[in-house]
């Protein structure tokens, strides 16, 4: 018997090997944002100039809005409604 509390994996139950998938267009409006609530204003994420010489190339978004759409796939796909990321 599945002892799983009801609601606890609301699109079943992940297994090894399940992929999903979200994508987004990082927009500079987004980059803004996130470091408004952030405070990370490097110059990598901001400065084209600075960023073009990096081994970059260019600008560069924050790893926290990255980590924030892992989160989203988490939430949403895999394991689903009621994951905490921790």
Do not use: K
Not at 52 to 72: D, E, K, Y
């Amino acid at each position: 018997m599945d002892e799983t509390p009801i609601g606890m994996w609301p699109h079943g139950r992940p297994y090894v090997g399940q992929v999903a998938e979200r994508s987004r267009t990082i927009t500079r409006n987004d980059i803004e944002l996130f470091a408004q609530i952030s405070g990370d204003r490097n110059p990598m994420h901001f400065d084209d100039e600075y960023a073009a010489r990096t081994r970059f190339g260019g600008v560069v978004v924050q790893s926290g809005l990255i980590t924030g759409i892992l989160n989203w796939v988490c939430a949403e796909e895999i394991p689903g409604p009621g994951t905490v990321w921790i």
